[in-house]
T-cell receptor, first 113, second 111 residues
């Protein structure tokens, strides 16, 4: 049973729309992450948070923004979606920064038309 | 040079075969290591951590060579259900970093 939840599972949206991808975890983990993965490619870190009110950009440049107002919630927002944003977005969490790996949500598959 | 490099796939093997995946990492400061499994269009799931002494979990054996910055995964007696992409993952475990994922090696086991 998943302890980290992402919604929506699939999203098709028009160019220029604002969208928010939701991620929530019930494990009380302080550390949360957003990765982007194109088909057949590696995961790339786009944002991470080490706790409430802490957010940082990852290695991959992204036009998205994140917030961390509550420990369990780490939403990702795109102010104006473009076709280049079409990808899979994976949220993950850990309690110690990764010494025991991360737990991933099921992902959101985003298509911008 | 990519931080984590893996054998190019796909590996196509019959049931019962033994298959080995290799991975190299570029940063000698890397401190923890993992193999993840990712099924098609699914999220990655932790398969096993990799320890310096080597470790085994059923049909799966992982090895780490810090001097060569090399990680391996051996799967014995392959099952159809082992078909997936296997991701090599390292953690620098420093402030401001996160797990770094390899591109993955795809395994296809056939009957």
């Amino acid at each position: 049973e998943a302890d980290i939840y992402q919604t929506p599972r699939y999203l098709v949206i028009g160019t220029g729309k604002k969208i928010t991808l939701e991620c929530s975890q019930t494990m009380g983990h302080d550390k949360m992450y957003w990765y982007q993965q194109d088909p057949g490619m590696e995961l790339h870190l786009i944002h991470y948070s080490y706790g409430v009110n802490s957010t940082e950009k990852g290695d991959l440049s992204s036009e998205s923004t994140v917030s961390r107002i509550r420990t369990e919630h780490f939403p990702l927002t795109l102010e104006s979606a473009r076709p280049s944003h079409t990808s899979q977005y994976l949220c993950a969490s850990s309690f110690d920064g990764g010494n025991y790996g991360y737990t991933f949500g099921s992902g959101t598959r985003l298509t911008v038309v | 040079r990519k931080e984590v490099e893996q054998d190019p796939g796909p590996f196509n093997v019959p049931e019962g075969a033994t298959v080995a995946f290799n991975c190299t990492y570029s940063n000698s400061a890397s401190q923890s290591f993992f193999w993840y499994r990712q099924d098609c269009r699914k999220e990655p799931k932790l398969l096993m951590s990799v320890y310096s002494s080597g470790n085994e979990d059923g049909r799966f054996t992982a090895q780490l060579n810090r001097a060569s910055q090399y990680i391996s995964l051996l799967i014995r007696d392959s099952k159809l259900s082992d078909s997936a992409t296997y991701l090599c993952v390292v953690n620098l475990y420093q402030a401001g970093t996160a797990l770094i994922f390899g591109k993955g090696t795809t395994l296809s086991v056939s009957s």
